[in-house]
């Protein structure tokens, strides 16, 4: 069940992020908050032109923190914000999945049953990743092709551009499989502020002494982002470091992000990534011990941002981690049953009973094993997790600068929802 909205509002504001991420924009219109990527569009040169009052035409979609991920914008004054097409069509993601799917088959195949030294097993498994990745890449293009929700947006468009803005009046639409076009009610996010490890407990009060938060407000100027990565090989992780002055201070923020997603299509995008621009008013949560930024409040747009460490686990990472756990889980039975089959196919003759039976009990026996593996996996982290929680000060300061910025926000009459950052 997909949300889409589409708007009739006048314009405010336009920003984009700090230098060097500056392809990322935010449009603020009669109190509402977009996000959007210049790679959506084919030019994006009349965001440079609207002026405070002109009116617009917008398609969008709800996000998690009530702000809306914009897809498409009509300005009868200045023109359109429109969608690029370019490599999106059907047949060119069916040639690449197809194109995939034999890179991934064949290198498996020849793992299997004609490796004959080292390099050649290295070769092999260079073009099974680079087959997964065509897969990803085709797959996502045609999920967001053929979405219903992509389609009533592209339609919406057509109708505005053919004059048509009624479709504006009515904000927002609820796609499901029986309807479309059906008004939806009002979100009712799900609260999870009242959990054992993002909200303050009893225990935390022990360690008031020694979090040291001190509030920094001011105006953000000399934004800068930069992109980098730390470690090297399996170990290495990217990072965008963003540095900015308020209140006479200057301050460095690091946030790592998954180089695998960060192609994701913005179609799939729940939260948006972080925002600041030189002007926006910030109420900052600083650890008074090192000066590190924990809790960004950006009183511009009414989000929250929290910046986790390695002793404050939050409930949306430990959801991560055990969906981690079970994938990792299912590859691993998955290579087993291919093996089996491998070892089936080159028996001379068709398999017997029991030649299905012996498969059937080592399948068996490491689906098994699996799901011992992953049991202990998740106790062990749960065990770990509710330590930290327990006796570590970080996790403590975490949860009381969550609870301040949910109090920003409802204050705001924004929901409780606070962006996380890794």
Known sequence: MKKICFFDLPFTRHDTNAPRENKYHRIIAGGNVFYTFSSQYENTDVLEQLQTGDRLYLGARPLADGSYWLHWLVSPDHGELKPATAGTGNLISIIKL??????????????????????????????????????????????????????FLADGLAQVKAGNTGICCQSEY?????????????????????????????????????????????????????????????????????????????????????????????????????????????????????????????ERDNNAYIKLS???????QIKTTYKAFAAAALFFLLMAFIVEIQGLLKINGMPDK??????????????????????????????????????????????????????????DGKNSTIQEMN
């Open 98 to 151: 197809i194109t995939a799917l034999m890179l991934i088959i064949l290198s498996i195949c020849f793992f299997f049953t004609q490796l004959l030294n080292t390099v050649t097993g290295v070769t092999l498994m260079f073009v099974c990743v680079a087959g997964c990745l065509l897969l990803k890449s085709a797959v996502q293009s045609l999920l967001v092709t053929n979405n219903r929700a992509m389609k």
């Open 174 to 298: 609820l796609l499901s499989d029986a309807s479309a076009g059906i008004k939806a009610a009002p979100r009712r996010l799900a609260d999870e502020r009242f959990n054992d490890l993002d909200s303050v407990r009893p225990e935390d009060y022990r360690y008031a002494e020694k979090l040291a938060l001190t509030s920094v407000n001011g105006t953000v100027s000399q934004a800068c982002a930069a992109r980098g990565s730390t470690g090297s090989g399996r170990y290495s992780r990217d990072y965008i470091e963003y540095q900015f002055a308020c209140s006479d201070t200057l301050f460095t923020l690091r946030n790592y992000y998954n180089t695998f997603t960060d192609d994701l299509n913005p179609f799939f995008f729940r939260t948006h990534p972080f925002f600041i621009a030189d002007g926006d008013p910030l109420a900052l949560t600083v650890n008074g011990n090192n000066g590190a930024i924990i809790g960004i409040y950006n």
């Open 310 to 316: 390695a002793t404050a686990v939050s409930l949306q």
């Open 354 to 411: 029991w030649d299905w039976l012996s498969a059937a009990e080592t399948i068996g026996g490491v689906m098994l094993m699996m799901i011992i593996v992953l049991c202990s996996l998740l106790l062990v982290s749960e065990i770990i997790v509710l330590l930290m929680r327990k006796y570590f000060a970080g996790a403590a300061r975490v949860a009381f600068t969550r609870q301040l910025l949910v109090q920003f926000r409802l204050h």
